[in-house]
């Protein structure tokens, strides 16, 4: 149910340097009462580290991994209905369909697309939306946009595709997915036609 890494979740590197140790916290957005698991209502680690790998990447990161089981069966969170993060989430895409050229037939991704209002937002006609989200009690409403989201991850073919790929607080769950050799691939740097937008809070990993 929770693993202690003892290595970057991004780079693979072995020196982890502590950062600050907040205790043990409950998991964000959880209101305990009947019909929540107990896992739910007890609390986890929630210790900082940082990669000090010599030629390591230097990313801040949770020592502690706790079961996806757990972090996303009952998450209590809708992007849509904040109108400040409806707003962040518009901006974010404003921006970057100012920075690709974006034309019919391409494809937006967004890793961690909550109930899809950031995917809704792209005003390009004839693009691909594809949204990735674990958490089943959300992503009905990003179907009911007519968005159709996956619960797991997939390798985005090489060639033939320039994705713009957006992840906002999709690395602190992670374990090894994101560096070679791991169960997935870190996506590589975008090109011109593709962008990158990773945005980060201080909360445990939801």
């Known amino acids: 149910m ?10 693979g590197g072995k020196t982890l340097r502590p950062v600050i140790d907040l205790g043990s916290q409950y998991i964000a957005s959880i209101f305990a009462g ?3 698991m107990d896992e739910l209502q007890q609390r986890y680690p929630l210790d900082v580290v940082r990669c000090a790998d010599p030629g390591g990447c230097g990313l801040v990161q949770l020592r ?3 079961s996806p089981r757990v972090l996303y069966s009952h998450y209590g969170y809708l992007s849509g209905i904040n109108e400040a993060m ?3 989430l518009r901006d974010i895409v404003s921006k970057v369909e100012q920075r690709s050229t974006l034309k019919p037939g391409d494809i ?5 697309c909550n ?5 809704m937002f792209y005003e390009t006609g004839g693009i691909d939306r594809l949204g990735f989200d674990p958490a089943e009690n959300v992503v009905f409403s990003a179907r009911e946009k007519g968005l159709e989201p996956l619960a797991d ?3 985005l ?4 595709m320039d994705p713009v790929i957006r992840a906002q607080e999709s690395v602190g769950p992670l374990d090894d997915g994101a560096r070679p050799g791991g169960r997935g691939r870190q996506p590589a740097a975008p090109s011109a036609g593709g962008a990158v937008s990773r945005r980060r809070r201080a909360a445990h990993p939801r």
Do not use: M, P, W, Y
């Open 108 to 112: 937006v991704v967004d890793i961690g």
């Open 2 to 11: 929770i693993k202690e890494i003892d290595r970057c979740r991004i780079c």
């Open 115 to 119: 109930d899809g209002t950031l995917l």
């Open 157 to 160: 073919q090489e060639g033939g």
């Open 153 to 155: 991850a997939v390798f």
């Open 34 to 36: 009947d019909g929540v």
């Open 86 to 88: 409806r707003a962040n």
């Open 64 to 66: 502690h991994s706790v």
